[in-house]
């Protein structure tokens, strides 16, 4: 009854940009959906992965974790994380994390992939 | 030779081969077949003549030379069949050997069908136990989806029935409820509203299995968050009726009372949705708590008649289900009203009465005789003439109300629950959306933390949650309580963001930094119950708070 539901669908915006839609909650039980997302991303040669958090319904700090865990892979592999889609609740939590620190947050995809794609 | 082109059987419905079989017939001749793709067998319709025709004839029948207005036969003819050679077993017609025209032209010899008939006498044997395997693949495989269903069914029902019953001073309160094997749709419960009230539910979902369980945790969830926001119980079951009309299922409907009793006076207050009426054993007899409303879900609209009772010192309460009145003896009388009434009249109060029907009906239905229906039982008896415990939620509470109280099993996903319960239990305060978000993040991971770490995930060990409000302080309190007895646990490090980057820090671990961000006080107790992590909200916030 309370397993996570977790959809993170991968496309790409623009060439070395890859957009993760994100719905549903973001837990610890979403571990294999956002990696597997990220997986993919990373496979199609994106140099910046956009979070969208628009259809996000739940994040708990679990949640919070797999993003941190992301963060590093990301950081490793040289790519750049942005996000955007947060409701004022959990960007607010993104900032007392300052998680908001290591993931350029943007009002709108489109401000998110003008970033995203000048940082070619 | 002949040209045989391919036997096409499938197979028949048992409960269908009585009657009549949907019998399908190969493709057309073999010279035509070699030009032209495979066509789709040939239906025969239940009543089509043909059947009978097939069923009787026993050997291999010329298509050409039939005289019948069959649909089927016409559609034969148009495939090109020449022969058709009925494949029977056991009497029943199984299937059909249809063959095109012989490659040389000529017509079928005797010998032909002499050589087909034989043919079709051995293979008929061997297709039906092909098609009684596969029927009995399918049965199997129906059985245990049916299996599952049950269990997901009896795993809904179970998870919203209370998981233990409040303690009322000077009340004995006993429940009991057991579920058929074809698990219906039964629930009770016990609801601690304000002022030191106590709601009571009995109901009955109509249908059984996982409909009834969602509709069940449905009307339960909506009767839970209506009972603490209104008082009068006629208007909780109109408000609930409402709620549920719109998304009822066709041809479900739930049957429920709905009583609010008053422990320090003994006043129930009650309302029936087209429930099975209670029983009070008095000192003067057993009487029935009778009042007139129509089935929750049927029809919007509807108004509850409401009645009041007095309970007086040794008064005994008896709710119940359908299960118990339409049980059946073995020559199928029913247990009845009157045998239910009379078993209350003569039985004690509290948990021994409910042991008392129990004996009386298993006397009744006979050994080893298989629950029919749920069976669901809510039992009250005013044992003391003191008066009971006074509303206020514990001592040093002060003016506490308890808008809710529940529990959980520590099972991870779980704090979804605490969280839309505490969310339920506070909706009548208004707070500003952000400030519900916040509290509902911190009760989310206060509820984490004592599956995790207090229960250790151990599904058994209840994670117990109050949600207390204080008017005169402005103060709304949720207190999330893990069953762990042991010492403090170590101060966990504070979490930052550049050393788990930099990977010196595990990526998880930010719990507690979002409790205590998310609330005004946090404060940790230990008692006989275990660890508690009291959550403070300032109700008098910013009154620009509301992003």
């Known amino acids: 009854m309370h397993e996570s539901a977790t959809a993170a669908d991968v496309r790409e915006a623009a060439p070395g940009v890859c957009v993760i839609d994100i719905t549903g909650d973001v837990t610890a039980a979403s571990e294999e959906a956002l990696v597997a997302a990220y997986d993919d991303a990373s496979a199609r040669g994106a140099r910046a992965i956009v979070l969208s958090f628009a259809g996000l319904a739940y994040m708990n700090s679990g949640g919070i974790g797999l993003i941190v865990m992301l963060l590093v892979r990301a950081q490793r592999a040289d790519q750049r994380v942005l996000a955007y889609g947060l409701s004022g609740h959990y960007r607010q939590i993104f900032e007392l994390t300052r998680l908001d620190e290591a993931v350029a947050i943007h009002d709108s995809e489109q401000d998110a992939l003008r970033v995203a794609s000048a940082m070619g | 030779m002949t040209a045989l082109t391919r036997s096409v059987l499938r197979k028949l419905a048992p409960r269908r081969r009585a009657t009549a079989a949907d019998a399908p017939i190969g493709p057309p001749a073999a010279a035509a077949a070699a030009a032209q793709p495979a066509r789709a067998p040939v239906e025969i319709a239940p009543d089509d003549p043909l059947l009978a025709y097939l069923q009787a004839a026993g050997e291999a029948v010329d298509v050409e030379a039939l005289e019948l207005d069959s649909p089927a036969l016409r559609e034969l003819r148009a495939a ?16 059909v050997l249809s063959l095109g025209a012989r490659r040389s032209e000529q017509d ?27 029927e009995q693949q399918a049965e199997a495989a129906t059985r245990q989806r049916f299996e599952q269903e049950l269990e997901i069914a009896r795993l809904i029902q179970q998870h919203f029935l209370p998981k233990q019953l409040p303690d009322l001073g000077g009340w004995q309160l006993a429940a009991f409820y057991r579920p058929a094997r074809e698990v219906g749709g039964d629930f009770y419960d016990v609801i601690p509203l304000p002022d030191g009230r106590v709601g009571l539910v009995v109901g009955d979902v109509t249908d059984k299995g996982v409909p009834a369980a969602l509709v069940m945790s449905a009307t339960r969830t909506i009767l839970r968050a209506t009972a603490t926001r209104l008082v009068e119980p006629g208007t909780v079951l109109e408000h609930v009726n409402e709620h549920l009309c719109p998304d009822m299922p066709e041809k479900m409907f739930v049957t429920c009372l709905y ?22 054993r008095t000192a003067g007899g057993v009487v029935e708590l009778r009042a007139r409303g129509m089935p929750l879900g049927l029809l919007t609209g509807m108004a509850y008649e409401e009645k009041e009772m007095v309970l007086a010192p040794g008064d005994s309460v008896l709710l119940h289900s359908d299960g118990i009145v339409e049980a059946h003896a073995p020559d199928r009388e029913m247990y009845g009203f009157p045998r239910l009434k009379a078993t209350v009249g003569r039985g004690p109060g509290g948990q021994e009465l409910i042991d008392v029907v129990l004996a009386d009906l298993d006397a009744f239905t006979g050994p080893g005789a298989e629950q029919e229906d749920d069976i669901t039982m809510l039992s009250l008896q005013r044992t003391a003439t003191a008066a009971a415990a006074p509303a206020a939620a514990s001592a040093g509470d002060g003016d506490a109300q308890v808008l809710a109280e529940f529990e959980l099993p520590s099972v991870p996903g779980n704090e979804r629950q605490a969280l839309a319960g505490v969310a339920v239990a506070v ?3 208004a707070l500003a959306p952000a400030q519900l978000e916040r509290l509902k993040t911190a009760v989310a991971e206060a509820t984490m933390n004592a599956i995790e770490h207090g229960n250790e995930n151990v599904a058994a060990r209840a994670v117990a949650i109050r949600v207390l409000h204080q008017p ?29 980057l930099a990977g010196t820090q595990l990526p998880r671990g930010w719990g507690l930094l979002l409790i205590e961000s998310m609330v005004d006080e946090t404060r940790v107790s230990s008692g006989p119950q275990g660890h508690t992590l009291e959550l403070v909200l300032y109700l008098e916030g910013d009154p620009d708070d509301d992003a």
């Open chain 2, 427 to 429: 909706a009548g305060l």
């Open chain 2, 108 to 134: 079928y010899s005797s010998d032909d069908r002499r050589l087909l008939d034989n043919l079709a006498a051995r293979a008929a044997p061997a297709l039906r136990v092909g098609q009684l395997v596969r």
């Open chain 2, 259 to 280: 009583g609010v009793l008053e422990p320090a006076t003994g006043l129930l207050r009650f309302a029936n949705a087209g429930h099975d009426v209670p029983y009070v």
């Open chain 2, 80 to 95: 090109r069949v020449r022969i058709a050679v009925p494949l029977v077993a056991q009497g029943e017609l199984i299937g």
């Open chain 2, 472 to 500: 005169a302080r402005a103060r709304l309190r949720v207190q999330v309580t893990d069953g762990s007895h042991g010492g403090e646990l170590p101060a966990p490090e504070v979490p930052d963001i550049d050393a788990k």
